[in-house]
């Protein structure tokens, strides 16, 4: 099923004992770095959570003009 490169590759890798999911740990670590760069890394002024924040705002303001028209 997997290739001898990718069998070997994974040998290589401690955790044997998790069996199938020895690759789980790895991915917690690159999932928190992807959080942790989506809340501190900035591209000029705006970053992911203040592009989110706004747009959440935005929703609910669109929502409550909704709601005191009808």
Do not use: C, D
């Amino acid at each position: 099923m997997f290739s001898p490169k990718l069998k070997r590759i994974i040998s290589r890798l401690p955790g044997k004992a998790l069996g199938e999911y020895r690759l789980l740990p790895l991915f917690f670590i690159f999932g928190a770095a992807l959080e942790y760069s989506m809340i501190h890394w900035q591209v000029g002024e705006v970053n992911f959570y203040k592009t989110y924040k706004r747009r959440r705002v935005e929703e609910l303001v669109e929502e409550r003009l909704k709601q005191e028209q009808a």
